[in-house]
Structures are given as structure tokens and as C-alpha cells.
């Protein structure tokens, strides 16, 4: 896809670790930007063999939080307009358009958020709070940067618009690695919480799971996706109670 010679330039940034599956077609979708990086966190798979063979600038880091790897991503970018979307995201040609004509603007807009379409286990999940999934993707990088250490979100110092264009987010690729993924989070948190010395008591063994999977699976109508709503409310509820148990582990220094 061609660019217009006046329109910003625009750098994609990605973070990775052992995506070899989407690279390739990640890369393809973002082909449009004149810049593509990856800061690889040491990959063991293909993911840092297959980019470079298609051009990837990559740089290797040791990962700590998710922000500090994200704003570092930012400040290898050549470009001031970037682009921040993960390898199981699909940019659609029709969202690739839309990017490049937003970026082509003048305005004051310095960052743009996305609603995505979420998919687990093949399927499309329209409820449990999913339906309201929205992102920022597209930002002008001298007005945002990341804070928090697990779910981390961009801070934009302007103007927010919305892109109309959706983006599809396949995280699951097996149940295993979707815990897998689950369970890494709750142990970041739970190492923020060790570092705020934040105690666990029986209010956050019993209270929040069951709390959250009442708010996914019944007040965000989970249920209305079927068997997949509920596994999803499930596993998400046992990632709460995973993270206060190592929370637990580690102030009584068990591994």
C-alpha cells in the first residue's frame, strides 16, 4: 500500500516473545508503516529469525514490567506517529486505510483508541466486558507513554479520538497457553503488591474471585456466550485467586 510523500511517517512497535506463529502475518498487515521494531524479550522459538528475514529491526531486552519494555520500544522509533498493536492482532486492510488516512489530518488529536473483537476457542465472545474492549493503538509519541506494570495503559497528555475500524484479537491459541498467560500476570501483580506491601487476608481468597466471576459471567452477561463464557469467567476468577496465592508464597518465601 502506498503512502501519500506528505502524510507523517509511522513507526510499528511491537514487544514479543516466542510469537513466531504471527509474525509473518503481522508484519504483512503493517507493511503500510516506514518503520517496523520488535523488542524481543529473548525469544527461544523463530520469532527473532523469521522478522529479520523480512526486514524487522530487532532489538533484544531483558523483560522486567510491560511498560518499561513498551516505552523503551518507543524510544527506537525513528517516527513520531506510532503504531502499538500485539501479534495476535489483525489489522484488516480496511483498518490499514483508516490509519493512514487519520494519520494523513491535520488536527490536535494525539492518539486514537480501537475496539477490538475478541475470539476464544474459536469463538467470537460478544459479552463478559469484552464488548467494550477499546485500546489505543495509533499515538503521536511525544504526548503518551505507558504506565502499569502488568495491564498497562497509555497516558496521553491531548486529545483522544476513535478509530471506527475494529481490529480482531486471537489470544487463545491453546488452553495451556491462554492459563499459562493468565497465571504470568497474577504473578506480576503479585509482586507489585509484595513491593507495596500489601498483605492478602481472606477478603482477596474468597471475595475476588467470586466477585469477578459474578461481574463477568452474570452482570457482563458472560452466560449469553455459552460454554466459552463460562470457562472465560472461570479461569480469569482463578487468576485473582492465583495472584494473592503467590502473593502468600512469597511472604512466606515459598517457591
Not at 516473545?17 to 502475518?25: G, I, L, T
Not at 492482532?89 to 492518539?111: D, F, G, H, K, R
Not at 449469553?224 to 482463578?238: I, N, R
Request: charged residues 20%; contains cysteine; aromatic residues 16%.
Amino acid at each position: 500500500m502506498s503512502k501519500n510523500n506528505s502524510s507523517p511517517k509511522i513507526t510499528a512497535l511491537a514487544i514479543t516473545f516466542n510469537e513466531a506463529q504471527n509474525v509473518r502475518r503481522y508484519v504483512e498487515s503493517l507493511a503500510f508503516a516506514d518503520e517496523i521494531i520488535f523488542v524481543d524479550s529473548f525469544s527461544t522459538d523463530a520469532t527473532v529469525t523469521l522478522a529479520k528475514e523480512l526486514n524487522v529491526t530487532v532489538i533484544q531486552k531483558t523483560f522486567h514490567n510491560f511498560s518499561e519494555q513498551r516505552n523503551f520500544a518507543i524510544s527506537k522509533a525513528q517516527n513520531d506517529w506510532i503504531l502499538f498493536f500485539d501479534l495476535d492482532e489483525i489489522i484488516s486492510p480496511e483498518l490499514q486505510t483508516e490509519i493512514l488516512a487519520t494519520v494523513a489530518q491535520t488536527q490536535n488529536t494525539v492518539a486514537y483508541a480501537i475496539k477490538r473483537n475478541f475470539y476464544f476457542m474459536g469463538k467470537h465472545i460478544r459479552f463478559g466486558g469484552w464488548q467494550t474492549d477499546t485500546v489505543i493503538r495509533l499515538f503521536h509519541k511525544g504526548f503518551c507513554q505507558y504506565k502499569g506494570l502488568v495491564h498497562e495503559t497509555v497516558t496521553v497528555n491531548g486529545k483522544i479520538g476513535h478509530l471506527k475500524q475494529k481490529a480482531d484479537h486471537f489470544s487463545y491459541t491453546s488452553f495451556d497457553n491462554y492459563n499459562t498467560k493468565l497465571s504470568n500476570y497474577s504473578k506480576l501483580q503479585a509482586e507489585t503488591l509484595y513491593a507495596k506491601r500489601k498483605r492478602p487476608n481472606a477478603y482477596h481468597f474468597f471475595i475476588r474471585p467470586a466477585y469477578r466471576f459474578t461481574w463477568q459471567y452474570l452482570y457482563r452477561l458472560g452466560i449469553l456466550d455459552g460454554k466459552e463464557g463460562f470457562v472465560l469467567a472461570y479461569v480469569h476468577s482463578f487468576s485473582v485467586f492465583k495472584r494473592y496465592l503467590q502473593l502468600w508464597m512469597k511472604y512466606r518465601k515459598i517457591d
